[in-house]
Structure formats: C-alpha cells, structure tokens
Nanobody
Framework: QVHLEESGGGLVQAGDSLRLSCAAS????????TGWFRQAPGKEREFVAA????????SYADSVKGRFTISRDNTKNMVYLQMSSLKPEDTAVYYC??????????????????WGQGTQVTVSS
C-alpha cells in the first residue's frame, strides 16, 4: 500500500516559480511510476507530468513542457514538480499519483491507483 501527501502549493504571481513536493510511504513506492495531475474548477483532471520508477524517463503535457520538471528521490520516497514561468492558467489543485508499475507513467488518470489529497496552486496575473 502506498500513501501520498503533497505540499508546497500557494499563491504566487505570474512568472514566479514554485516547487511541489510529494511524500510517499510504502516500501514498494520506489518501484512505481509516478505522475502529477491538476484540476481547475469546473474542469476535468488533466495530466501534467510523469516519471518512470527511477526518473530516467519523463513526459509532459504540451502546456507545461519547458516550464515544469518532474523529479524524484527514491532514497527519500519523494517526488517533486518544479514549476517556473507560472501562468494564471496553471491555477489548479495539483495531485501526485503512483501507478503501481515500474514502467513509464501514463497520461490517463485511471492508470494510477494511488493518489494524494492535492495541493492548491493559485497564480495571479
């Protein structure tokens, strides 16, 4: 069983940077692919970034490519999302997820079996 807890959200201005953290419990977590998703009010949850089990492979949504970076530290059971050049349209609740496999994390939310409670990111213009 894996438990995930996000932190690091907040209110920032457009152009600022922010780093989200996801603390994981469970000794099998280092073997799992992970992802970040976000959900804005009135919208469906959308894919942001994914990483395979060791961070060697990553993928990003087109909307964040070049601005966001996913990384992980398996020695600490942590996953990070470094966000830069933030835009008002990045405002959302951000969720960390783990998919229970060691492959490359997918882009669909249903592929992930473990989720955190989310952290709010608000970008003002």
């Amino acid at each position: 069983q894996v438990h995930l807890e996000e932190s690091g959200g907040g209110l920032v201005q457009a152009g600022d940077s922010l780093r989200l953290s996801c603390a994981a419990s469970g000794r099998t977590f280092p073997m799992y692919a992970t992802g970040w998703f976000r959900q804005a009010p009135g919208k469906e949850r959308e894919f942001v970034a994914a990483s395979n089990w060791n961070g060697a492979q990553t993928s990003y949504a087109d909307s964040v490519k070049g601005r966001f970076t996913i990384s992980r530290d398996n020695t600490k059971n942590m996953v990070y999302l470094q966000m830069s050049s933030l835009k008002p349209e990045d405002t959302a609740v951000y969720y960390c997820a783990a998919d229970g496999t060691s492959g490359m994390g997918g882009t669909a939310a249903h592929e992930y079996g473990y989720w955190g409670q989310g952290t709010q990111v608000t970008v003002s213009s």
